[in-house]
């Protein structure tokens, strides 16, 4: 694992300060404060709807605020978006890729848009390839690989720059368990070299397992957030979402209709 580099000078990571988003009558993202520390491993967790994917979008600058803003390393997303997005590294949801093109050539393509030496350029792509286990794909266009296949190359198009700050969106969903242990590698190392990983689950094992701090949502708020230890208390991460989130009120509804 390669040394762990000194992070304690580094600025916030990723901040978002009053970040508000109204869809018609939908307050779908409510002045929400967030503070994700540097060389931290941040989980984002909530029920369906809560407003994850809505943050996780403004925050990268692929939607804008109604109000608030949002810091990469102290940069701001909507005033410097070229530095912010130099330094950050996304999976958004719903990924859109040119799709006629390989996994070797969509990465090649963003490489060089992105201003990699062609020599360096060549090297990473082939190791991206690699760790994600696409290589056997060489031939295959990303419109025809399956949903965990677009995960990978996503997850590798993320990687490519070399950036400080991850920000990934359900980036295990429908990955199998052994691209799944790579990947978890690959961030573990990523966080201990000193860079920052947000990322949204809904995997609460998943998060208690590679993240040291979390944030819970539910109706566009922050209901707790701190270290991993913290929000949980003495229960397990998914006792501590049901009951933050809704009181467990829906574990115990049934079907009067279903077995009965
Ligand atoms: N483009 C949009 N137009 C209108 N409403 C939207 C739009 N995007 C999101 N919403 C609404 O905003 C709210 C938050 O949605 P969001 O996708 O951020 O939730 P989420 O926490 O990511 O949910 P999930 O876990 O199901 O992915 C929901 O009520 C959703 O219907």
Not at 182 to 208: D, R, T, W
Request: proline letters at 5%; hydrophobic letters at 45%; a neutral charge.
């Amino acid at each position: 694992m390669p040394e762990r580099r000194d992070v304690a000078d580094q600025p916030t990571a990723l901040r978002l300060s009053g970040l508000h988003k109204q869809f018609g009558a939908n307050v779908a993202v409510n002045r929400v404060d967030l503070v994700v520390p540097p060389g931290s491993f941040f989980g984002l967790v909530g029920p369906n709807g809560a407003g994850k994917t809505t943050s996780l979008s403004m925050a990268v600058g692929l939607l804008r605020p109604d109000a608030g803003r949002s810091q990469v390393y102290g940069v701001d997303v909507w005033s410097a978006p070229g530095e912010a997005k130099s330094l950050m590294g996304v999976l958004p949801d719903g990924l859109s890729m040119p799709e006629r093109l390989t996994g070797r050539e969509l990465l090649t393509y963003l490489g060089r848009l992105r201003g990699i030496e062609a020599g360096v350029l060549a090297g990473r792509v082939q190791e991206l390839l690699d760790v994600m286990e696409l290589g056997a794909a060489e031939r295959t266009l990303v419109v025809d690989y399956s949903t965990g296949m677009r995960k990978k190359i996503g997850l590798a198009t993320a990687l490519l720059h070399g950036p400080r700050l991850l920000v990934l969106d359900e980036p295990f969903e429908a990955v199998d368990p052994v691209s799944a242990a790579a990947l978890k590698g690959i961030l573990n190392s990523f966080v201990a070299a000193g860079g920052s990983v947000v990322l949204s689950s809904h995997v609460m094992p998943l998060v208690e397992q590679l993240c040291d701090t979390v944030a819970v949502m539910a109706r566009g708020r922050v209901v707790a957030a701190g270290p991993i230890n913290e929000v949980r208390g003495n229960r397990t991460l998914e006792q501590a979402f049901v009951e933050l989130v809704d009181g467990g009120e829906h574990t115990r509804k049934g079907l009067s209709w279903l077995a009965s």
